[in-house]
Every structure is written in C-alpha cells, then in structure tokens.
C-alpha cells in the first residue's frame, strides 16, 4: 500500500506550527493554527523562482507573492495605478504593479503606504535617445499632477549627481539619485552648491536619466474608498535596441519576487523585460534584505521596517518557520500604528500644500481613520493623550488657515505612535529565538 506523499510534509508543518504557536503565545500574538499550517504546506510547494497567473483576477506575479495578495484591494489599487503610472508615449511600453506591504494585503493589514513598481520599456535606436524620452516621460508624469483634482505631487527621485554637492544643506555624494522638489520639477533644473560654496545649477533634461532611483511620490486622495493615501512608483527602465536587446538603464533589471501586476495584458511586455534578468537576482535580493535589517536592527532602529523586511527574506530562503511567526504579527491591533505617520503626512500635506485640491471634509475624515486605529491599538494613559491631540488636529482642520499649534501637535503624534509601533515590534519580533539569533548574527556578516 502506498503512502500518502503528502503525509510527511502534514506533519512536519504541524511540528513547525507548534513551536509557532508557543512563541506567539508566549508574547501575547493571537494565532490561528490550522491557516498557519496551510501556508506552510503551500509556501513548501512552491517554487522559488516561479511565475503564476491568476486568471479569475486578472492578475500575475511571483508564485509566493500570490500567496500574500488580497484581491478584496483589487479595484482599489487599478484606480490608484491609474493615477500614478507613466504618461503614456508611442516608444514606451510598461507594465504596473503593486508592491511591498501594500501586496500582501493577507498578511500586511496595515501597510505604511501604497508602492507601486513599473516596468517600464523604451523602443529607440540609440541608448541615449532612450535616456531623452525618459526625460520628457518622467517630467510629464510629475507635472501631470499640477493640472489634476486630489493627487499632489511631493518629490521626485531622478538621475544622479556628478560630484559631491550639497543640496538644500545635506550633503549628497556622487552617484546619489537628485531630488527633485515639484518647483523644481517646474523649473526644470535644481540648485545646488558645490562643496566649496559656489552654486550650481543642473539641469533636468542634462540628468544621466534611469541611473539611480526613478521614483514618484505622491499625495492620493480616493473619493470612493474615502481615504487619503501616501503612494509611490519606482521605475525600473529598460532599453529596447532595433536587434530586440534589452539593456537596463542602471545596470540591472530587478527579480519580481513582491510585486503583483494588474493587467493581465502586459504579461508579454513583462516577460519580455525579465528574461534580461540576472540570474542571480535571487541573491542578490537576499543580500538586499539582509543589509536592510541590519540597518533597521543595529543601525537605525526601526523593529516595524525590520520586521517585514525579515518576512520577505524568510519566506524566499526557506526559513519557513520565522515567515510564519512574523505573519502573526502583521494583524495585531498595536500593528495599525505603523499607518499613522503616513496618514498624517497625507492629511498634512493635503491641508497645507497650496496646490492640493483635497477638500476638508476627506481630511476630517483621514483623522477619524487615525483615531479609530489609535482606539483599536491603545489604552490607558497611552490613548487619552494622542486622542486629545488628534481632536486638537480636527479643531484646527476647520480653521483657515490651520491652528499655528498644527505642526507640533502632527509631530506629537508622529513619535508617541512610533515609539509605541517600535516597541510593539522589537518584543515579538525577538519573541522567536530563531529570528533574535539570526538578527544577532547579522553582526558577524556586516
């Protein structure tokens, strides 16, 4: 008689979801045993470097990353991408997706903000006039939300500078990606000073286009879903010669392990782009993870940020175990003050930017959201007091211009729920002694 095949794997993963769910009781995190067990069976049948289509959506993306996604956001997101994703042009071919926290909607109940990933490709006959056409696509998209109702562009990250300079008083070495202010966007030229003082100007369409971050950032407000959204896109450009040769502008096509793409249409344009890939992506984003905890964990802490960038690692290297402890994590109430730096961003710039054309009642209507999270995740001595700050905020939303207090009591806010969101991380995340082992090994490699 033969066995089941798929016995073995059954009861290993009920062997891992016990120690699992001792951990997470131990720190106090909630856990449904027989859906962490379930993921463990599917992520061990999945393959590492495999793309998967979901038909009934309409969407594709990394086997695993499939796995997180919540198609409930579906709709949501194509709206959103809409508003963020490059003007079109007749050389230029893309393909959008969601990305990071905001793709794992099954599992990232809270994510800080919505980042979207293009692929984007551009037909020309020469690298260099690829880098041009890149130039005017990149400025049409900025400016595009100058002349739109509830989007309000903040920065944009394009090209990288020649020399050492400073700008607007922070150094800035060669080789790091230029921010650009939306006036400077308008300008088409940014001001700088070199490292002696003198003053220097460079201009937007002389920028060593695709090299370094090709980003957007901006303020979305959604009348329907009624919120106000910090959102991004990060481009990664490639070049397509007349011999079909794919070439990226930076040097490196990105893997496609956290993004899902929303258009089932643009399936070949994606496929096209990524079989130029390295194949040693996978590595190479491992390395990348691994570099960010660091950072989050000994540098810069920041337990939040550690944490998923820690699930992104652990679920693609077979550290199945920790993955799924840390999922646990992600839907604990204390976890929705990660949100609330960024929805206060949001609501800030919303009411303060002169450009905005977001209407009161949606900011009112941002700060409830806030208060509701900060309801759901405190108490006590905690809750009292950003409650009372918050309800100073919605005071001086009515006013015009806001209170002169506006400022300090968004900065308030800001630290009191990060201080509370960093703890909350650092006890569970260490609550896992494989996961606390690993981050201090980190050290030895660094």
């Known amino acids: 008689m033969q066995s089941d095949p798929g016995s073995g794997q059954s009861a290993k993963s009920v062997a891992q979801t016990d120690e699992i769910v001792a951990a997470a009781q131990a720190v106090g995190v909630e856990i449904n045993a027989n859906e962490t067990a379930q993921w463990l069976i599917a992520m061990s049948a999945s393959e590492k470097d495999?793309?998967?289509?979901?038909?009934q959506h309409g969407i594709f993306g990394h086997r695993i990353a499939l796995l997180d996604f919540d198609a409930d956001d579906l709709a949501y997101f194509r709206r959103l991408a809409q508003r963020v994703r490059v003007v079109s042009h007749p050389q230029v071919e893309s393909a959008i997706a969601i990305a990071g926290s905001a793709a794992q909607g099954k599992v990232q109940l809270f994510p800080g903000d919505n980042d979207f990933f293009e692929r984007v490709n551009i037909r020309a006959d020469r690298i260099e006039k690829a880098r041009k056409i890149l130039r005017a696509v990149m400025r049409a998209t900025a400016l595009r939300a100058l002349h739109?109702?509830?989007?309000?562009?903040?920065?944009?990250?394009?090209?990288?500078?020649?020399r050492e300079v400073l700008e607007r008083g922070s150094k800035r070495a060669a080789g790091d990606s230029i921010t650009w202010t939306p006036q400077d966007v308008v300008n088409g030229f940014i001001e700088v000073q070199t490292t002696?003082?003198?003053?220097?100007?460079?201009?937007?369409?002389?920028?060593?286009?695709?090299?370094?971050?090709?980003?957007?950032?901006?303020?979305?407000?959604?009348?329907?879903?009624?919120?106000?959204?910090?959102?991004?896109n990060m481009l990664d450009v490639t070049w397509q010669a007349p011999d079909s040769a794919i070439t990226a502008l930076d040097g490196s096509i990105d893997p496609f392990f956290q993004?899902?793409?929303?258009?089932?249409?643009?399936?070949?344009?994606?496929?096209?782009?990524?079989?130029?890939a390295d194949k040693g992506a996978l590595n190479a984003y491992a390395n990348a993870m691994r570099a960010q905890v660091f950072h989050y964990t000994h540098e810069e802490p920041n337990y939040g940020k550690a944490s998923k960038r820690l699930y992104n690692l652990f679920r693609l290297t077979d550290q199945l175990e920790?993955?799924?402890?840390?999922?646990?994590?992600?839907?604990?109430?204390?976890?929705?003050?990660?949100?609330?730096?960024?929805?206060?961003?949001?609501a800030n710039v919303a009411l303060c930017d002169p450009s905005a054309e977001i209407d009161r009642a949606t900011v009112l209507q941002q700060i409830e959201v806030v208060m509701q999270h900060v309801r759901d995740a405190t108490e006590g001595q905690d809750e009292a007091r950003i409650l009372t700050e918050l309800s100073r905020l919605k005071s001086d939303v009515l006013r015009e211009p806001p209170g002169a207090d506006w400022e300090q009591i968004l900065q308030d806010v800001r630290e009191r729920c990060a201080a509370i969101v960093n703890e909350?991380?650092?006890?569970?995340?260490?609550?896992?002694?494989?996961?606390?082992e690993y981050v201090e090994g980190l050290k030895a490699i660094s």
Do not use: C, H
């Not at 495999?50 to 038909?55: G, I, R, S």
């Not at 971050?213 to 919120?227: F, K, M, N």
């Not at 839907?331 to 990660?338: F, G, I, R, T, V």
């Not at 909350?424 to 606390?436: D, Q, T, Y």
């Open 50 to 55: 495999a793309l998967a289509q979901d038909a």
């Open 148 to 162: 739109e109702p509830d989007i309000v562009l903040v920065e944009v990250n394009f090209g990288v500078y020649p």
């Open 196 to 232: 002696d003082g003198a003053p220097l100007k460079i201009q937007w369409d002389e920028t060593s286009a695709g090299m370094g971050w090709t980003y957007l950032g901006w303020i979305v407000a959604d009348r329907t879903a009624g919120r106000i959204a910090l959102a991004s």
């Open 259 to 276: 993004e899902i793409y929303l258009e089932p249409n643009a399936l070949p344009i994606f496929a096209k782009i990524t079989r130029a």
């Open 322 to 346: 920790a993955a799924a402890y840390l999922r646990e994590i992600f839907d604990e109430p204390q976890a929705q003050l990660y949100q609330v730096p960024g929805l206060l961003e949001a």
């Open 424 to 436: 909350f991380f650092r006890a569970r995340l260490f609550g896992f002694a494989a996961i606390e």
